[in-house]
């Protein structure tokens, strides 16, 4: 077990490192240079230039520049917004990670207490109509852009209805809408994903030996179909991450929810890219990190995969 | 077919020649192939949702074609005094905030959506499958190269990146096709890597490799065909993905410019007078979510029908 989180996470480590360098080559493509950006359409001297340029470091070869990004990173600075200037990325980024991190926890629970009884059930009573009507809504949910029942939501709840606040985070209330937005995609894709892992297990020998010792069928899906479905959900909810954060950035600009991907959205149509580069950058490692736990959960969960 | 047929005949052409023995295994593989391929179309279209999918599609596919027949406008006509109209009859979906009628732009839509789901899905499968091959095919430290870049780019925020890059290249249709299709390779470059990794050790390879073909010949000819299956499940599962990443590009602004009709900016448009005129942004995204659940539709078949194992 040892050897096998050992070796998760010298990989882990190295893609973090491969995706800083990825993220930094593509902000070097960019172009203009950071310097036009920062002194706008103020007249400056050459020498001014020069000076602007040495004293933010952009007149160092690339790998320079990116070791003393990289240098600081690690000790948790992320260096100032050339845009906004002055401004501190990490408090930036810490103000509206909060955010993010708010609305999708409570989404994440939402969907996991809505997806996985539908699923199971679903499983358990096959071709069924409860089977057929969640299953046939779960592939249309699957299809559905997010930021299209963002609109809808916004077009009933807050202008015919008035009910809900169609911007902001003011209130309680304004949770509503995000959170069910990013809630309803995760529950279809949930909810068959549970479907299909509870039925595979529900053809295992295990299953019919537990029906033919005569056991109670409550107690053959508890203990039995429960337990074992639940590890491959384990995994993809786990995998599911990257989606869930991809998501977010749709989300959180149509809602103007004040969190990471509006602020990545702001900051790209400012471009602003040290914040830009610094929100990937985070948003990769959070991912990097929640595979490797995911993994380890399993491993610990399931020991045939230790063993291998 | 026809093509399939040709390009066998010129495989089996010159080894007929030198080892008659050779020639009729061949013929008898494309005999088998083709067999095969019959069993698998029979076994997709008993999935009745599949054929609506693939009937849906090639209706769509028609729509594009034949925009400038069907479309009862011109999309790009803008009528000042027809901004925000309800549905009517002269314009059956109304109108949008200046005026252009949106029935006409959903149908010239089709041709975003589709050009940019196949275009960026060929592009992935492209990139995909020839990393994937190489690094299961040579291993060792290729192997640990290339895989380090597939976990690198499946570690990125996808719709950041496609953000990132679309702002750094600059928003357009062939940029949209790009850079999709580059940030989406991974996952085909793990499945096929998985295949090659057992596909390399059967006979016919060593048989190959004894009579003296190369790497590159192995790879091409005795590979990589065998691997495709689990690749064509997975990109006909992902083109309903490309093309609602596609609408969340252009609804943001960093996808196809203005004013070439995408669903994706007929919604933008839509959010922008979401009060005064709601109707703007409902028919651009069921259009989405009917062509999405198509493609996904068709997936599911193909899945079932290629492999007989999964029974979802």
């Given at each position: 077990?040892?050897?096998?989180i050992?070796?998760?996470?010298?990989?882990?480590?190295?893609?973090?490192?491969?995706?800083s360098?990825?993220?930094?080559?593509?902000?070097?493509?960019?172009?203009g240079?950071?310097?036009?950006?920062?002194?706008?359409?103020q007249?400056?001297?050459?020498?001014?230039?020069?000076?602007?340029?040495h004293?933010?470091?952009?007149?160092?070869?690339?790998?320079d520049?990116?070791?003393?990004?990289?240098?600081n990173?690690?000790?948790?600075?992320?260096?100032?917004?050339?845009?906004?200037?002055?401004?501190?990325?990490?408090?930036?980024?810490?103000?509206?990670?909060?955010?993010?991190?708010?609305?999708?926890?409570?989404?994440?629970?939402?969907?996991?207490?809505?997806?996985?009884?539908?699923?199971?059930?679903?499983?358990?009573?096959?071709?069924?109509?409860?089977?057929?009507?969640?299953?046939?809504?779960?592939?249309?949910?699957?299809?559905?852009?997010?930021?299209?029942?963002?609109?809808?939501?916004?077009?009933?709840?807050?202008?015919?209805?008035?009910?809900?606040?169609?911007?902001?985070?003011?209130?309680?209330?304004?949770?509503?809408?995000?959170?069910?937005?990013?809630?309803?995609?995760?529950?279809?894709?949930?909810?068959?994903?549970?479907?299909?892992?509870?039925?595979?297990?529900?053809?295992?020998?295990?299953v019919?030996?537990?029906?033919?010792?005569?056991?109670?069928?409550?107690?053959?899906?508890?203990?039995?179909?429960?337990?074992?479905?639940l590890?491959?959900?384990?995994?993809?909810?786990?995998?599911r991450?990257?989606?869930?954060?991809?998501?977010?950035?749709v989300?959180?600009?149509?809602?103007?929810?004040?969190?990471?991907?509006?602020?990545?959205?702001?900051?790209?149509?400012?471009?602003?890219?040290?914040?830009?580069?610094?929100?990937?950058?985070?948003?990769?490692?959070?991912?990097?990190?929640?595979?490797?736990?995911?993994?380890?959960?399993?491993?610990?969960?399931?020991?045939r995969?230790?063993?291998? | 077919?026809?093509?399939?047929?040709?390009?066998?005949?010129?495989?089996?052409?010159?080894?007929e020649k030198?080892t008659?023995?050779?020639?009729?295994?061949?013929?008898?593989?494309?005999?088998?192939?083709?067999?095969?391929?019959?069993?698998v179309?029979?076994?997709?279209?008993?999935?009745?949702?599949?054929?609506?999918?693939?009937?849906?599609?090639?209706?769509?596919?028609?729509?594009?074609?034949?925009?400038?027949?069907?479309?009862?406008?011109?999309?790009?006509?803008?009528?000042?005094?027809l901004?925000?109209?309800?549905?009517s009859?002269?314009?059956?979906?109304?109108?949008?905030?200046?005026?252009?009628d949106?029935?006409?732009?959903?149908i010239?839509?089709?041709?975003?959506a589709?050009?940019?789901?196949?275009?960026?899905?060929?592009?992935?499968v492209?990139?995909?499958?020839?990393?994937?091959?190489?690094?299961?095919?040579?291993?060792?430290?290729?192997?640990?190269?290339?895989?380090?870049l597939?976990?690198?780019?499946m570690?990125?925020?996808?719709?950041?990146?496609?953000?990132t890059?679309?702002?750094?290249?600059?928003p357009?249709?062939?940029?949209a096709?790009?850079?999709?299709?580059?940030?989406?390779?991974?996952?085909?470059?793990?499945?096929?890597?998985?295949e090659?990794?057992?596909?390399?050790?059967?006979?016919?390879?060593?048989?190959?490799?004894a009579a003296?073909?190369?790497?590159?010949?192995?790879?091409?000819?005795?590979?990589?065909?065998?691997?495709?299956g689990?690749?064509?499940?997975?990109?006909?599962?992902?083109?309903?993905?490309?093309?609602?990443?596609?609408?969340?590009?252009?609804?943001?602004?960093?996808?196809?410019?203005?004013?070439?009709?995408?669903w994706?900016?007929?919604?933008?448009?839509?959010r922008?007078?979401?009060?005064?005129?709601?109707?703007?942004?409902?028919?651009?995204?069921?259009?989405?979510?009917?062509?999405?659940?198509?493609?996904n539709?068709?997936?599911?078949?193909?899945r079932?029908?290629?492999?007989?194992?999964?029974?979802?």
């Amino acid at each position: 077990m040892l050897s096998y989180i050992i070796n998760r996470l010298f990989q882990g480590a190295i893609v973090v490192v491969l995706v800083s360098i990825l993220t930094f080559l593509v902000m070097q493509a960019v172009p203009g240079s950071p310097v036009d950006l920062m002194i706008g359409k103020q007249k400056v001297s050459i020498e001014q230039r020069k000076a602007i340029e040495h004293k933010w470091g952009f007149d160092r070869p690339w790998y320079d520049q990116y070791f003393t990004w990289a240098g600081n990173l690690v000790t948790g600075n992320m260096g100032e917004s050339v845009v906004r200037t002055g401004e501190p990325v990490s408090s930036m980024i810490k103000n509206a990670a909060l955010m993010t991190l708010r609305l999708n926890v409570l989404s994440f629970f939402i969907s996991i207490a809505i997806a996985i009884p539908i699923g199971m059930l679903a499983a358990i009573k096959r071709y069924s109509w409860f089977d057929y009507g969640s299953m046939l809504g779960a592939t249309i949910g699957v299809t559905i852009p997010n930021y299209w029942i963002a609109l809808m939501g916004i077009v009933l709840f807050s202008v015919k209805l008035g009910w809900l606040p169609p911007y902001g985070a003011d209130s309680w209330k304004s949770y509503i809408l995000p959170v069910f937005v990013l809630a309803f995609e995760e529950i279809a894709a949930l909810a068959r994903l549970t479907r299909g892992a509870t039925m595979e297990v529900l053809g295992q020998d295990y299953v019919t030996t537990a029906r033919a010792k005569g056991l109670k069928e409550k107690v053959v899906i508890s203990r039995h179909v429960l337990r074992n479905a639940l590890l491959p959900i384990i995994t993809v909810i786990g995998y599911r991450i990257a989606f869930i954060l991809s998501g977010t950035i749709v989300v959180e600009t149509v809602f103007g929810w004040p969190g990471m991907g509006r602020l990545f959205f702001d900051s790209i149509n400012r471009l602003d890219y040290q914040v830009v580069q610094a929100i990937v950058l985070v948003l990769s490692i959070v991912i990097v990190v929640v595979n490797i736990l995911t993994d380890l959960t399993y491993a610990l969960i399931d020991p045939r995969v230790r063993i291998r | 077919m026809s093509i399939d047929t040709t390009g066998a005949i010129r495989e089996t052409g010159p080894t007929e020649k030198s080892t008659p023995a050779a020639g009729t295994l061949a013929t008898q593989g494309v005999r088998e192939a083709r067999s095969n391929r019959n069993q698998v179309w029979r076994r997709f279209v008993r999935y009745k949702p599949g054929v609506f999918g693939l009937v849906f599609i090639l209706l769509l596919i028609g729509c594009a074609l034949a925009a400038p027949l069907i479309a009862p406008h011109d999309p790009f006509e803008i009528h000042m005094r027809l901004r925000g109209h309800a549905p009517s009859s002269e314009y059956l979906l109304g109108n949008d905030s200046i005026g252009r009628d949106i029935l006409s732009r959903l149908i010239y839509g089709t041709r975003v959506a589709l050009i940019v789901g196949i275009g960026a899905t060929a592009i992935a499968v492209t990139i995909g499958v020839t990393v994937g091959a190489i690094a299961g095919y040579f291993g060792g430290w290729v192997d640990f190269v290339l895989s380090r870049l597939v976990d690198a780019l499946m570690a990125f925020p996808l719709l950041a990146l496609l953000l990132t890059l679309s702002a750094v290249f600059g928003p357009s249709l062939r940029n949209a096709v790009i850079v999709i299709g580059c940030s989406i390779w991974a996952s085909y470059a793990r499945i096929v890597r998985a295949e090659v990794l057992s596909l390399r050790e059967f006979d016919y390879v060593l048989a190959a490799r004894a009579a003296g073909a190369s790497d590159r010949r192995i790879i091409a000819r005795h590979i990589v065909p065998n691997a495709l299956g689990p690749v064509i499940v997975l990109a006909s599962l992902a083109i309903g993905g490309v093309i609602i990443l596609e609408s969340a590009l252009s609804f943001l602004g960093l996808g196809v410019r203005p004013p070439t009709p995408s669903w994706g900016a007929m919604l933008a448009d839509g959010r922008e007078f979401l009060r005064r005129y709601p109707h703007i942004a409902i028919a651009p995204g069921i259009a989405i979510a009917v062509t999405v659940l198509a493609f996904n539709l068709v997936g599911d078949g193909l899945r079932d029908a290629l492999d007989p194992r999964v029974t979802d």
